[in-house]
């Protein structure tokens, strides 16, 4: 069913071919013959020369003939010869770039064409003409077009400028008929000429009647979307209508949403359109969807009845994590679904369940539930919806809607939600691939984009071309910075050869650490730089953020809770780097309080599940330990205190930002140092003090576990087969016929 009203051809005879004027420059010849037109027809100056139109239309009559259009450039008048093949029709015509522009020349254009024709015609004046002859901005042609609509469609059904989401886009609302079919353009005309919009479009299902309401998020304010005629061309006809001029205090875009909040539909199509023209309009549906949150709904407990609640339901790019409980006592949920405008998915088919305890609906105590947590991967970004839909299915037939709060949508509180998502003695490795690992991966990325280098603070005058660069990120723990900068201070070959790069990842804290260093610095006449952070961005980032300020040839990225006690400790520990066993990179030995090692070099030894986990050589024995005094090669050091040449640094691609808060990033590097060709050294000759993890215990998430054990399988996950190697593990393929050599001897 085509839009366009037919219209009945008129009672005067008509001139077979005509030309008529479309725009300033450019003419147009009409011609019409009595039957289909089966070989290209040709038109022609009357001296035989080919004439080359930019542009030209075949186009079906009710009445079986054929219409024939050719539109071209004349700049002086022209006598033309038009044909159809040898045998076939033939008629002249003169066309002469001075004949004025006559309204009625274009209404006439529709005069006994069928309806497929018709929406071609207009289709071709709208797209492909329109470019060809440049001819969005002629008023001329603009009028053109809006006569010809009217000639389709009579009338004026209307269309709505509905509100102003933002600055740049607005939202424009109609109704259609549902055999229109799927909308391909849409086009403005106005005095001043045809405009294409760009433009998204929400179709929402047909009344009874067999209309659809339509919503038409464009790009364009109240100025560029003047009053005028709104053309959508439609796989099977096409719309017109009349768009009005905005009033002058137009809805604002959350009172228009507040009445329609309850369309998920619409909601899906507004988050994952708007959130990608710019940060301004990001910002809006968010606030949109946070000031209009639909009332969470889960189903309460109750003796003999299900329950179950969604209370994780992150929104990303890549998929969306969910997770939740439920309870059955009487085994009737048939599963949980995630219901979109496009699809239904099903929670059952790829959760991982895990026991649990949930408050009773009357308060008086907390029953066993069961866990749940999923991720739905995407197909394309969905955008960041606050409150994603689902639905418990009963094995009686019956649904019951689940609706979750409101949902953060800061990475860092989003990373605090997945973190606390699952117990860690439930996060086996295949939860990990399958559910949190896409999802924490993800939201570790938008946790490093969007933290940098807020602000840097000088004291005192840095050495022009410093040989070492220290590192020292600060994270909420302050207590030992006070020690630091003195035995910094002490050290004569520190002075004047040494920049001290402090970063702070916890910025709240900026002023109190400026006014201390600014004490230490007056105290002591030390040179120290504070680089703080916008936000916690986790060890790597403040560690790579540091070493991008860094001047030094050698830098030295050492932990806010380790004391140096004796002189020239860093200028000994450069002085193992490079030579012919290729050092890539050395760490000290380090000391507990008590004097006992903390440090001696780094190790591998898988756990229980097959992860590597990080060990240290010797820990808690003597500091005098004989074989920790030892120089020698060794798998890794740790980064309380890692020495390596800046450009080292740089080569590898400093630490890796993927892994969650700090953990695993030392082994990581010296893996990746290793990789390029060098090795990693440990150090006994040079002993420093470590208070092992002050700073780490203040970090909530991390002390949870999940972090941990996320950071130590995606470290396996990078480098299982290059650790056994280094630990003298054997082949996967020996392992595995020890291990059927081993059932064998057993049976």
Same mark, same amino acid.
């Given at each position: ?50 004439? #080359? ?158 209309? /659809? ?10 100025? @560029? ?77 109750? #003796? ?25 006592? $009487? ?13 239904? /998915? ?64 800061? #990475? ?32 570790? /990325? ?37 020690? $630091? ?68 040839? %050698? ?49 591998? $030894? ?41 450009? @080292? ?24 140092? /290793? ?10 000759? %040079? ?44 082949? %996967? ?15």
């Amino acid at each position: 069913m085509l839009e366009i009203v037919p219209l009945s051809p008129r009672n005067d005879q008509v001139e077979s071919v005509r030309s008529i004027k479309l725009a300033s420059d450019v003419s147009l010849v009409v011609w019409d013959i009595p039957g289909p037109c089966s070989v290209p027809p040709r038109c022609a100056r009357q001296d035989g020369e080919i004439i #080359a139109p930019l542009a030209s239309l075949r186009l079906g009559r009710v009445d079986g003939g054929t219409r024939i259009l050719w539109a071209l450039r004349a700049r002086t008048p022209l006598q033309l010869l038009v044909s159809a093949g040898t045998l076939g029709p033939s008629d002249s015509v003169e066309v002469d770039p001075a004949d004025p522009f006559i309204g009625s020349d274009i209404a006439a254009l529709v005069e006994e064409l069928d309806g497929r024709a018709r929406v071609s015609l207009l289709t071709a004046f709208l797209t492909s003409w329109c470019g060809a002859f440049r001819l969005s901005r002629s008023s001329a042609f603009a009028e053109a077009v809006q006569l010809l609509a009217q000639e389709l469609q009579p009338g004026n059904a209307p269309a709505t400028l509905a509100c102003l989401p933002t600055r740049d886009t607005a939202l424009i609302e109609f109704a259609t008929s549902a055999d229109l079919g799927a909308i391909s353009s849409a086009h403005l005309v106005t005095a001043q000429g045809v405009r294409r919009l760009s433009c998204e479009i929400y179709a929402r299902k047909p009344d009874r009647s067999g209309r /659809r309401g339509m919503t038409l998020l464009v790009d364009g304010n109240a100025t @560029t979307l003047a009053a005028g005629t709104l053309v959508l061309i439609g796989e099977n006809g096409t719309a017109i209508r009349a768009l009005g001029k905005i009033g002058a205090r137009p809805a604002s875009f959350l009172r228009w949403w507040g009445t329609r909040r309850n369309d998920g539909a619409l909601t899906e199509f507004l988050v994952r359109t708007l959130s990608v023209k710019s940060e301004e309009a990001r910002l809006a549906v968010i606030d949109m969807q946070a000031r209009a949150a639909l009332p969470p709904k889960a189903i309460e407990l109750a #003796a003999f009845q299900p329950g179950a609640e969604v209370d994780l339901a992150l929104s990303l790019d890549g998929g969306l994590l969910v997770g939740g409980w439920f309870r059955d006592p $009487q085994d009737l949920i048939a599963g949980i679904d995630h219901v979109t405008a496009e699809v239904t /998915r099903s929670l059952d088919t790829v959760w991982h369940l895990f026991p649990g305890r949930v408050g009773t609906a009357e308060g008086s105590g907390r029953d066993d539930a069961t866990g749940f947590i999923a991720y739905l991967p995407h197909d394309k970004p969905a955008g960041p919806i606050l409150q994603p839909r689902f639905r418990m299915r009963l094995k009686s037939g019956a649904e019951v809607n689940l609706i979750p709060k409101p949902q953060p949508i800061d #990475a860092a509180t989003m990373r605090a939600g997945a973190l606390r998502s699952v117990p860690l003695q439930h996060a086996t490795g295949a939860l990990l691939s399958e559910t949190l690992g896409p999802a924490l991966a993800e939201i570790q /990325r938008r946790v490093v984009k969007s933290v940098g280098i807020a602000r840097v603070e000088h004291f005192g005058q840095e050495p022009a071309e410093p040989v070492f660069s220290i590192v020292i990120p600060l994270y909420r723990v302050l207590d030992y910075l006070r020690f $630091q900068i003195a035995a910094f201070a002490t050290d004569p070959g520190l002075r004047d050869q040494t920049e001290i790069i402090f970063v702070l990842d916890s910025p709240e804290q900026a002023d109190d650490v400026s006014h201390m260093l600014g004490g230490l610095h007056r105290l002591y006449k030390m040179p120290m730089t504070l680089a703080v952070m916008s936000a916690n961005g986790g060890y790597a980032r403040a560690n790579n953020a540091g070493v991008g300020l860094a001047r030094g040839l %050698v830098v030295n990225l050492l932990n806010s809770d380790v004391i140096p006690t004796d002189p020239n400790w860093l200028s000994r520990l450069a002085d193992k780097l490079g030579g012919s066993a290729r050092i890539g990179a050395v760490g000290p030995k380090l000391l507990f309080e008590d004097g006992s090692l903390q440090h001696a070099g780094l190790y591998f $030894q898988r756990d229980a599940r097959g992860t590597w986990l990080n060990h240290h050589f010797f820990k808690g024995m003597p500091g005098g330990h004989r074989a920790a005094n030892t120089p020698r090669q060794v798998p890794a050091v740790t980064g309380a205190c890692l020495v390596m040449l800046r450009e @080292t640094f740089t080569d590898v691609g400093g630490f890796s930002e993927d892994y969650v808060i700090g953990d695993y990033e030392d082994s990581d590097i010296c893996l990746k140092i /290793r990789a390029a060709g060098m090795n990693v050294a440990y150090e006994p000759g %040079v002993a420093l003090y470590h208070l092992e993890r002050r700073s780490m215990r203040r970090n909530g998430d991390y002390m949870r576990g999940i972090a941990s054990r996320y950071n130590s399988w995606l470290h396996t996950q990078r480098w299982d087969p290059v650790i056994g190697k280094l630990m003298g593990e054997p082949p %996967v393929a020996e392992r595995a016929e020890e291990t059927i050599g081993d059932r064998r001897s057993a049976a």
